[in-house]
């Protein structure tokens, strides 16, 4: 009987100082750091993919803009500009910016982001300003909207292939980024060539001799 008893008693001792290691363990701030981590994991890791997808849309939605504004100015342009090194950069803006949208949906269509299905306030009112315009204004007017557009394109573009979050995204980026240097090069050219015959014009006009 009193053998049982020293039995019982030493396995109460130690469950005792099992619980109380089991304690030290908890209290210890070490363990317990260990432990907020690993419950903290799984939404650190949520967290972080939400943003690269918030940042991910966020460039689709500035790039698909910008593509459909380019494919109806230039649309625009083909009809109505005066000069024919213009309609010339048009029929380029539809023909590389049309294959960047279609390149953009399919990632976009892959990943679930939204691409826009119209313009905005600001690209709709770059239309109706072009819209408005006819022959030499019209030419100049669609030179500056492109140099203005396709400075911020290649701003946005740089940005996205060197700090994106999404791989395929960043790398398709990157490969459009020589096109819209291009593009921006080209426009730059255009619109001073459009200059320059434009002062041309002007200077003939104030010199001609007067016929009376």
Not at 15 to 20: E, S
Not at 95 to 108: G, I
Not at 129 to 142: H, T
Request: aromatic share 4%; hydrophobic share 35%; net charge negative.
């Amino acid at each position: 009987m009193t053998c049982r008893r020293m039995i019982v008693g030493s396995a109460a001792l130690l469950l005792l100082a099992a619980g109380g290691a089991g304690d030290a363990r908890a209290q210890d701030p070490q363990e317990l750091q260990r432990q907020n981590q690993q419950q903290n994991r799984p939404q650190s890791e949520q967290g972080r993919t939400q943003q690269q997808n918030q940042q991910s849309q966020a460039f689709v939605q500035k790039a698909a803009m910008a593509g459909m504004y380019e494919v109806q100015a230039a649309e625009m342009a083909v009809e109505k500009a005066k000069t024919e090194h213009v309609r010339a950069f048009a029929r380029r803006m539809i023909a590389d910016h049309q294959q960047a949208n279609r390149e953009l949906e399919s990632l976009a269509s892959q990943r679930e982001w939204k691409v826009p299905s119209a313009l905005d306030a600001n690209h709709g009112q770059m239309l109706e300003r072009l819209s408005r315009l006819e022959g030499e204004d019209f030419d100049m007017e669609y030179m500056e909207q492109q140099l203005q557009a396709h400075q911020e394109a290649v701003a946005l573009f740089q940005q996205q292939a060197q700090r994106g979050e999404d791989e395929a995204l960043t790398s398709w980026a990157n490969q459009k980024l020589a096109t819209l240097r291009t593009h921006l090069h080209r426009a730059r050219d255009v619109k001073g060539e459009d200059a320059a015959r434009s002062e041309k014009g002007t200077s003939r006009q104030t010199t001609a001799p007067d016929t009376d």
